[in-house]
């Protein structure tokens, strides 16, 4: 049973283990939501994620005869380095199946650890799946990634530091895969000041607990698809089911536009790079997912940071469209000199910037001497795109906008 005392135990394991990061106001994100937001910074945690904390106490725990057999674990790539980190550390062989869609960057950071990476082919649940064919057939120990007390127990630190480093606190958005972390932070914090809010933040590509508790009963998804690839979870444990059934205030979703755009206000705000999974908390708050918090203090827990930078620069693009950042515009035109001047002159008087022009001729069908100016355009936010669509229509343009 988890109990209060396994998770100080775990907090004294880990002592020596992991870092005890920072909770970091931010007066940008705070003047931006109307609540006073406060990051819990796990994306600077050792391996670059909270994960290292739940893997290194349970394999703190096994026996000698279990540590002898080899570890086995699953993961789509934070829990794989914890694992394999941990297993460094007390010389244990470590075997991981990963997703053969991990990022590189996760892989390659399990591999310097010292474990051996099996990829497989689909989402983290098929590789869920291989490991546990793998331990049956050649009897490692299995060190599951969130439906494990000793595992729960370990993330529930991150609650005991919250409420150390902000005693104030009164709502926690935390992210859910399949449900360990919040599992333990919510019990950590309940147990000891039951007033404070709990919210769990799913994306909307992949609910797995959102939708077991709507229905009240555990429920495989058929697929999942989401840029947050560390909660890209089909199904929760039943051990987390029990526990966010109990404990948690409320579970919501976040788009991937609403993930990414997330990122980049960490980016630019804080300069602070998260990944999908780590910034879903934040994306909650960002888009008022929960009511009634103006004026509340409010921790979001950043849990990761391993986003691989090969799809960093596209979230980014994602990330300035859905915020305003950004413009694609299409106008019809009368093919006649000075059109294009005139379009441009418009747009810099706004103060917006052009980045990219495509001039095409009209498709059949059409007048024979129309044409599509197609431009991308770096604006400040959505209000600017406003005033410089509302400029080119007075001017008599039309405009054919995909935003």
Known sequence: MLTLDKIYHAQFVLRDAIRETDIIHSPSLSEQTGCNVYLKTENLQVTGSFKVRGAYYKISQLTEAEKAKGVIACSAGNHAQGVALASQKFGIDAKICMPDGAPISKVEATKHYGAEVILVPGV????????ERLRGEYGYTFIHPFDDEYVIAGQGTIG????????????VFVPIGGGGLISGVAYAIKSLKPSIKVYGVQAAGAPCMANALAKNKLEALPSVNTIADGIAVKEPGPLTFDFCSRYVDGVVTVTDEQISAAILALIEKQKMIAEGAGAVSLAAVMYNKVPDLQGKNVCCLISGGNIDVTILSRVINRGLLMSGRTCDLTIELVDRPGQLVEVSQIIAACGGNVTG?????????TDINGCYLKMDIETRNFEHINEIK????EAGF??????
């Open 390 to 393: 509302t400029r080119l229509r």
């Open 160 to 171: 005991l530091e919250i409420l150390n480093e902000l005693p104030n606190v009164d709502a």
């Open 398 to 403: 039309k405009l054919i906008s995909r935003n």
């Open 124 to 131: 983290y649940d098929d590789a869920h799946n291989e490991a």
């Open 357 to 365: 022009v495509l001039h095409e001729r009209s498709n059949e069908g």
